[in-house]
């Protein structure tokens, strides 16, 4: 095991909204929020209101492609629940108090449910330390650190197991049913 800054296993992004937009129950575009529920889906929205709503409620709107986000990474609430950790399987938006993560391109390796499990876990032991008030924002987790199965590849040189993580998480009772 090694440990790694949280900036060399992931892309970390910034979510985007301060104001929500309005809500869609049958639309098909998950909400990401602060929450330590639900995957984190705080309500569900459709690609019209979502392409017509501010950051703030106002004039001028983003684009599109800032407010969804791809699917098959980490979402992390950096306030509110602090530190929940959920694995994202379709595009969503998100709130600016979700950091997304992307696994990191120089590891060549996209993420799979499996993966996602073993880290998630991983991210949400670091609960604690983003108790009262602290805010685990993308300014400060790159320097957070996260401990990690490796394989030596050089003298020296260590790389994530990404394999011991998939197959790790295979071996537990009821990992047929993720």
Not at 28 to 38: L, Q
Not at 73 to 97: L, M, P, R, W
Not at 125 to 148: A, V
Request: contains cysteine.
């Amino acid at each position: 095991w090694k440990w790694f800054r949280y900036d060399e296993i992931f892309e970390i992004c910034k979510g985007f909204y301060n104001k929500k937009p309005e809500e869609n129950p049958t639309g098909d575009i998950p909400f990401i929020g602060a929450t330590d529920s639900n995957n984190g889906i705080t309500s569900m929205h459709d690609l019209d209101t979502i392409k017509d709503t501010s950051k703030t409620g106002g004039e001028p709107n983003a684009s599109l492609e800032q407010k969804i986000f791809k699917p098959n990474c980490i979402t992390v609430s950096n306030n509110g629940s602090v530190g929940y950790a959920f694995y994202q399987t379709k595009e969503f938006t998100c709130t600016h108090d979700v950091n997304p993560l992307y696994i990191h391109k120089k590891w060549n390796k996209e993420l799979n449910i499996y993966i996602a499990m073993f880290l998630c876990s991983l991210i949400e032991k670091e609960r604690f330390r983003w108790d009262y008030g602290r805010k685990w924002r993308p300014k400060r987790m790159p320097d957070s650190l996260i401990k990690l199965p490796v394989r030596k590849i050089a003298p020296n040189e260590y790389e994530p197991d990404w394999q011991f993580m998939e197959d790790y998480i295979k071996s537990l009772p009821y990992s047929s049913c993720l």
